[in-house]
């Protein structure tokens, strides 16, 4: 099935608020027809190690591109 939309979330040092947003894209009830990426740029804090579980957990619809 084809993606019927795109997010992009760009994140740096974004920790405290990327689950939070990631829940509330989670919540879809048509997750699969999303295509998720988030963009780490060079974070310090864990916001690599978040978004790479997210992708691990949706390998279809997020994926993780580090800067």
């Known amino acids: 099935?084809?993606?019927l939309l795109t997010i992009v979330i760009p994140s740096y040092n974004s920790e405290k608020t990327l689950q939070t947003t990631l829940r509330s894209i989670e919540a879809a009830e048509r997750m699969e027809l999303l295509d998720i990426i988030i963009i780490n740029d060079g974070s310090t804090d864990r916001t690599r190690g978040?978004?790479?579980g997210y992708a691990a957990e949706h390998p279809?619809?997020?994926r993780?591109?580090?800067k």
Do not use: L, R
């Open 1 to 3: 099935m084809d993606k």
């Open 50 to 52: 978040i978004a790479e």
């Open 60 to 62: 279809d619809s997020v």
């Open 64 to 66: 993780v591109i580090n």
